[in-house]
């Protein structure tokens, strides 16, 4: 290589055809790659949302039976009308939407995670993430 | 001339919608794209326009008529429709978005790679928005024969008009717009009358309640439970799996967007829906004749000019009856968008014509999207709003729901099993439906009438159960005759990966400077717009 036109340049055997830059932002209707980094963001945000629908369903699913087993509870009345119309008209609505708002949050902070785990270089300029990183390494 | 008031409302919402549908397509095609320019709509507007499509007329009537009637547990009604948007919210926007899937049709044939999945969803879809728009055009009929005296056809054909005009027009799809006025001027009209008459009851004086004593307290009769949690499934469900309400998810500019819109759509709904049981409460205390299953359902509007004699009453409920023709006008305008595009690209088969032959499609499919359920409104036929959409909800929750939270979490659904536990929980879902529309239930034993009258207690969890357990055998056969389980169309975790951040240019392959400035969200949009 030091003195051109005497050799012949070395051969280098190519090993990918298809450049893997910028692939991290493909759709997923490509062929791409799912790592155990998108396999736990997918755990994380189950579990969050599993969760937050849980927060709320279960006290709802709740309320029919409390009817039921508690009606003197039920019926108290304040401001005229019992302590179950009020629960049920107006204040399941603020509490509903701080979940939803609470979710989003944490939603949000989960992919931001992922962004950090598998975005050490700038977007577009790394590989997709791959399960060939060198073992040992915590996801 | 009792009735001009109540006219003059009504031809001024038709006007506004009319007016800012065509404001708007002016600006969209000054733009050049109605889907790039969708991008810079904000979650607020788009969270709007969510709103203003949704809350239709069973929410704007018929959640306060059903109050009136069956007291308390009626109150299940909106909770459901709000605690739809934190299921879609968690487990259905961000990932959908991602997905790129513009309908639902589009999702099953992305998610199952079967075109056999594409042609079964669209079926669905038909049916659910007929049986959502059905009551739509009754209701409209029911309040304008109610508010004016004169024929109910004519409310009917109005809506149906204004309807046909503007989708065939192509003006309701893409502008955002007109459906986020609607929402403001929905709440506008069911809030301002609602506080007028609370003012003017506060300075009166409470009359005495005349009220069954049960009324006001959820039932506590263990028969009825199964009624309310059949009914919280369907809704709660179902929600996501309404065709008008998908497609708008796609003006999100990508799924961190979708999920901050869903996250305001759920305030606005909450903000919403307080109102409806005040409209119960003041009917019950001041005009209990109401209480009847053919009344109630125009309580919102019929109730001012009982509470409010004179030229207030008929201004209020003047107001009310705007508001109504809103709620009919946004929500049949995007299902029968959604119906008739599902019409024309997936059922009729196409002939040809290029796009001039495919915009005539269209419009002939709005046509007959509307035939159907404009025909039977026309006929006369009663149908109770809320329920009637309850039923459109049990069906969606049976079809649309297990499609979507498998194929968006599991990547064992199967294609076969996944079209199979559609095709069996919806029948089951569709013949309960035309069983109780027809009043066939009456006839029955009370617990088959209750399981067939909200069906989606059993239906929701056959159709999960056939699609799970289909797909499990079906893997498990491939392992025991070495087959190798044939890796799925999208693989899901990927629809949880999160988009770069905006404004990022992807990397050469080398393209045209041109193209490569657009997210890649945004290309993947102009493509499906395209198709």
Same mark, same amino acid.
């Given at each position: ?11 280098? +055997?190519?090993? %990918?055809?298809?450049? @893997? =830059? $910028?692939? !991290? /932002? &493909? ?11 998108? +396999?736990?963001? %997918?755990?994380?945000? @189950? =579990? $969050?949302? !599993? /969760? &937050? ?87 | ?531």
């Amino acid at each position: 290589m030091t003195e051109p036109g005497r050799r012949r340049p070395q051969r280098v +055997r190519v090993t %990918r055809t298809v450049p @893997l =830059r $910028g692939r !991290v /932002t &493909s759709p997923p209707r490509s062929p791409d790659v799912v790592s155990v980094y998108d +396999r736990s963001l %997918r755990r994380a945000q @189950l =579990r $969050g949302s !599993v /969760t &937050s629908v849980l927060v709320v369903v279960l006290p709802l699913l709740a309320l029919p039976v409390l009817g039921v087993l508690l009606p003197g509870a039920a019926a108290l009345p304040v401001l005229g009308l019992p302590l179950a119309w009020w629960l049920l008209a107006v204040g399941v609505y603020p509490v509903i939407w701080l979940v939803g708002r609470r979710h989003v949050a944490g939603a949000e902070r989960s992919e931001e995670d992922y962004r950090e785990l598998v975005g050490e270089r700038a977007p577009g300029q790394g590989r997709p993430p791959s399960q060939d990183r060198p073992p040992g390494e915590r996801t | 001339m009792s009735h001009l008031p109540a006219v003059t409302a009504v031809a001024v919402v038709v006007l506004v919608t009319v007016l800012v549908a065509a404001f708007g397509t002016r600006v969209s095609r000054t733009t050049g794209d109605f889907y790039v320019a969708s991008r810079s709509v904000r979650p607020w507007w788009n969270a709007s326009a969510i709103g203003g499509e949704y809350l239709s007329a069973a929410s704007f009537l018929g959640v306060a008529g059903l109050v009136l009637v069956e007291g308390a547990d009626a109150l299940w009604f909106p909770i459901g429709y709000t605690v739809g948007y934190l299921l879609l919210l968690t487990l259905v926007a961000a990932p959908l978005r991602r997905s790129g899937a513009y309908t639902l049709p589009d999702f099953a044939e992305l998610r199952l790679g079967s075109a056999r999945a594409r042609t079964a969803s669209a079926l669905v879809v038909v049916l659910v928005g007929w049986l959502y728009l059905l009551p739509q055009f009754t209701a409209a009929g029911l309040v304008w024969s109610s508010a004016t005296g004169l024929p109910r056809w004519i409310g009917t054909v109005v809506v149906a008009v204004v309807v046909a005009g503007a989708v065939a027009g192509g003006g309701m799809r893409s502008i955002t717009i007109v459906q986020a006025v609607q929402y403001w001027l929905k709440l506008t009209a069911i809030a301002v009358p609602a506080c007028v008459l609370l003012a003017l009851w506060g300075l009166q004086g409470a009359p005495p309640s005349q009220a069954p004593p049960g009324w006001a307290v959820p039932s506590s009769d263990p028969a009825d439970l199964y009624g309310t949690y059949s009914l919280l499934l369907a809704l709660l469900l179902g929600t996501m799996g309404l065709p008008h309400v998908l497609t708008r998810f796609y003006t999100n500019p990508d799924g961190t967007g979708a999920r901050r819109t869903t996250r305001t759509v759920i305030g606005l709904l909450g903000l919403f829906y307080v109102w409806p049981p005040v409209y119960a409460v003041l009917a019950w205390r001041l005009a209990p004749q109401l209480a009847e299953p053919g009344r109630a359902d125009t309580l919102v509007v019929d109730l001012p000019g009982i509470a409010a004699p004179g030229a207030l009453g008929t201004v209020l409920g003047a107001i009310a009856l705007g508001g109504a023709f809103a709620a009919f006008l946004s929500t049949a305008s995007g299902l029968t968008v959604a119906v008739s595009g599902v019409l024309a690209r997936d059922l009729v088969p196409a002939r040809g014509g290029g796009d001039a032959g495919a915009v005539a499609r269209f419009r002939l499919a709005t046509l007959g999207a509307l035939a159907v359920p404009v025909g039977i409104a026309l006929l006369g036929v009663d149908v109770p709003l809320a329920a009637t959409v309850g039923l459109a909800f049990a069906l969606a929750a049976s079809t649309f729901a297990p499609l979507l939270l498998l194929g968006i979490w599991w990547d064992g659904l199967r294609t076969g099993p996944a079209l199979l536990g559609m095709a069996v929980g919806g029948t089951a879902a569709a013949v309960a439906a035309v069983l109780t529309l027809t009043g066939v239930t009456a006839r029955a034993t009370p617990a088959l009438a209750a399981a067939l009258e909200q069906p989606a207690a059993w239906t929701v969890p056959l159709t999960v159960a056939v699609m799970v357990v289909g797909s499990l055998l079906r893997t498990a056969r491939d392992r025991r005759t070495g087959v190798l389980p044939p890796v799925p169309p999208v693989q899901t975790a990927l629809l949880h990966r999160p988009e770069v951040p905006t404004g990022y240019v992807p990397p050469s392959p080398p393209a045209p400077a041109t193209a490569s400035t657009a997210p890649p969200t945004a290309r993947r949009r102009i493509a499906t717009a395209r198709r």
